[in-house]
């Protein structure tokens, strides 16, 4: 079966080591086009309905709230809106940026679409320094029926420079 790469990342406005950098395309974005580069397979981008404030600092503000609320917001489409269908996939790659410590809410509001029993989900992480934070241990309840593989964290000022790490890691798991 192929592997499936799904992914949130955020472009804009963006920290960068110890600083806001405005980024034509987001860090999550370029590994998760890394692991497609390596392993092959369907790349899905997940994206919200509402979009998040262009300000980087009103962003985590927002991101912060929908965490304290453990809000689930609504996605733009999901795998079927694309033709394509979880059934397909064995692996699932999966991608996002560390926010507060754990995934964005809407990630978990896309897995929660789907039954990933028996399922293998690989998570990649970009953050500044926090490496996955506890989003593995999340991912665990989120879905109890998949296997959630050890992560990979990839700090997002080198995430342009991180193809080969990625490539390494991810071929782990095809």
């Not at 979009?51 to 985590?60: F, G, K």
């Not at 453990?70 to 991608?95: H, M, N, Q, W």
């Not at 978990?108 to 989900?121: A, M, V």
């Amino acid at each position: 079966m192929a592997n499936l790469i799904v992914y949130y990342s955020r472009k804009g406005e963006n920290y960068w080591a110890g600083s806001v950098k405005n980024l034509s395309k987001g860090n999550t974005e370029r590994v998760a086009e890394f692991v497609q580069e390596a392993v092959g397979g369907d790349l899905f981008e997940i994206e919200t309905v509402k979009e998040y404030d262009a300000d980087y600092y009103r962003c985590i503000d927002e991101a912060k709230a929908e965490l304290q609320a453990d809000a689930r917001p609504e996605v733009k489409r999901y795998l079927e809106d694309a033709g394509l269908s979880i059934d397909d996939y064995d692996t699932i790659f999966l991608g996002y940026p560390n926010w507060w410590g754990t995934c964005p809410m809407c990630v978990f509001t896309f897995l929660e679409h789907y039954d990933l029993s028996g399922k293998r989900i690989v998570p990649f992480c970009t953050n500044e320094g926090s490496g996955m934070g506890g989003s593995e241990k999340h991912l665990k309840k989120i879905c109890p029926n998949a296997t959630i593989e050890k992560g990979l964290s990839v700090t997002g000022n080198q995430a342009a420079q991180s193809q080969d790490k990625v490539a390494k890691w991810a071929k782990k798991f095809a």
